[in-house]
């Protein structure tokens, strides 16, 4: 089994800072997701992350490519992968690559997901405070990563996700609930997003089967 590591990285921290004080002024909503939102939150992870993941809707994608077009590594476009579908850009800032997903949506058999970032994601999300002392960054609500990770068979990450929410059930356990309400999710899903967020998770809810 891997060794588990915690922490962004301070090539990561580094790129953030940046992004958030080249976008400041900007009123595109954004929040931080994938490995490095996790980490941010002290989630024990496989490897460090290696690149930057910022969600959007596509509308405000396109306003914060405007701010960050001089890191581009390309311009906005729609890109549909096997069960994904995002408008992306990407951007290298200090040897990271920072990737902007705009309007998200991964489609299985049995669920449809999409992200909403402006009418619900940036609302739920928990900020994270920079050490420079800037302005707070917003983090993906947990149960975004829960149910993505959970849809893209990636246990350990849904597990890790499920842990943390099971620290603050209070603070994550209602915008959970409210964010799979307006999702088109499986019964599958349901039930293992109840299973996995119970108090006591039943047996086998770790052992990443």
Known sequence: MPMEVAGAGESILRALSAFAALTGDCDARWVVGGSAGLALRGAR???????????????????LHERAAGWASDGPAWDETG??????????????????????????????????????????????????????????????????????????RALEAARLIRLEPETHLPALQRLAARQSLSGDIRRELRRLTAAEPEEGADDGR
């Open 83 to 156: 069960s994904y579908r995002s408008l992306l850009s990407h951007y290298r800032y200090g040897g990271v690559t920072i990737e902007l997903v705009g309007d998200f949506e991964v489609q299985v058999p049995g669920s449809r997901y999409r992200t909403e970032v402006d009418a619900f994601l940036y609302a739920h999300g928990d900020d994270w405070m920079p050490y420079d002392g800037a302005r707070p960054i917003r983090l993906m609500p947990l149960g975004h990563e829960l149910i993505f990770n959970l849809l893209r068979e990636r246990r350990d």
């Open 45 to 63: 992870l496989a490897s460090a992350p290696r690149d930057l993941d910022i969600y959007a809707d596509a509308a405000a994608a396109a306003a």
